[in-house]
């Protein structure tokens, strides 16, 4: 998830200051974060140091990542002359840096390695509406306004995807992981009129090379059906919707991501500790079950604490495993 290691006191002196993106194009800086949270942690599996935006920040649309605030566009996408910034990218030049970064993280890791991209709502999001919106009025206004225009900028924000993705892979990504944080956002006929070709398309891409892969989204408890039949191995659920309703809701069909609050985790350790236990309990033993954050760590969380969860996670797991 998302800021894993803004918890570590040892990320902040890897970053250094600026956007993130800096950070992210440079492949020692990115391997390094990447191995973090794996080295305090003890966690099975590490996410690649990236950003959603990424491969439209390579594709020359003009966005950067603003600290403290997030992924902002000076010019916002607002007509179809606006796809034109959306080029195709070549990620044997414009993602070279993540392949070197991948290639310098396959050699270290004991765990496997975790590569993702964000679905098109999402990316859309913040491409329409400039900056993180609460609201998503006029991401929302030009899907309804202008299906036509809406189709063919979510056509090219899956391309963008099933290119860095297939690339990930390639370079030695083990998992991949599809966001699509926003889409809670929607009325469940919006989001399968608007938004599920789309995503099918690229976890039908996905299928072709031969590795699992995740879909996750927040506030997706009317949408888990929908998830789930778009063709991912894991569909990720966040703390709103236990374990066993989003287990009705995905039919059995998938295995399960998720979903301690990562709120609760600032919370004193006794109370820390029985919450990952509930989770555990909703899961009920099954086997499908992948235990993580249902969202991205706060800042102030105490990295103890994470340690401490994934501990108790690993010695509940053994013991169910007798
Ligand atoms: O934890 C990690 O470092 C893993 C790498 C990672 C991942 C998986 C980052 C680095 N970003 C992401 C995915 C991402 N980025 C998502 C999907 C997952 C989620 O919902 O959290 C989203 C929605 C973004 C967009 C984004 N990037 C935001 C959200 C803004 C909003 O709309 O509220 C923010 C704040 C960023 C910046 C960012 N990206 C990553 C980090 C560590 C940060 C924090 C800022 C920094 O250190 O400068």
Same mark, same amino acid.
């Given at each position: 998830m998302r800021q894993a290691g803004r918890s570590l006191p040892e990320y902040f002196p890897v970053r250094?200051?600026?956007?993130i993106l800096d950070a992210i194009n440079d492949p020692d800086r990115a391997a390094e974060i990447t191995l973090q949270p794996v080295r305090r942690y003890g966690v099975d599996a590490a996410i690649l140091?990236? &950003?959603?935006?990424t491969p439209v920040w390579v594709s020359g649309f003009g966005i950067d990542i603003t600290p403290g605030v997030g992924p902002e566009c000076e010019r916002p996408f607002r007509a179809a002359? &606006?796809?034109?910034?959306?080029r195709p990218i070549d990620p044997s030049a414009d993602l070279a840096f993540q392949t070197k970064t991948i290639e310098l993280l396959v050699e270290e890791l004991p765990v496997p390695l975790i590569g993702f991209a964000g679905a098109p709502f999402t990316l859309a999001a913040y491409l329409v509406e400039g900056r993180p919106s609460r609201d998503h009025g006029t991401v929302k206004s030009l899907m309804l306004s202008d299906p036509e225009l809406w189709g063919r900028l979510c056509a090219r924000l899956a391309d963008l995807a099933i290119t860095t993705l297939t690339a990930q892979v390639a370079a030695g990504a083990a998992v991949v992981q599809l966001f699509d944080s926003w889409a809670g956002a929607l009325h469940p006929e919006h989001y399968r009129r608007f938004v599920a070709p789309y995503s099918e398309r690229i976890l039908a891409a996905m299928a072709d090379l031969g590795v699992p892969t995740i879909h996750f989204g927040l506030n997706t408890s009317e949408l888990l059906d929908q998830f789930a039949a778009a063709g991912a191995d894991v569909v990720g659920v966040d703390w709103r919707t236990p374990l066993p309703v989003a287990r009705e809701r995905t039919g059995g069909s998938v295995a399960l991501q998720g979903n301690l609050d990562p709120a609760l985790c600032l919370a004193p350790w006794e109370s820390v500790a029985a919450e990952v236990r509930r989770v555990l309990a909703e899961n009920g033993?099954?086997?499908g079950h992948i235990f993580n954050l249902g969202h991205g760590v706060l800042p102030q969380t105490d990295p103890e604490t994470l340690g401490r969860v994934v501990e108790l996670v690993h010695d509940e797991g053994r013991a169910e495993a007798g």
């Open positions: 250094g200051e600026g956007t140091f990236s &950003d959603i935006v002359a &606006d796809l034109d910034r959306l033993g099954h086997p």
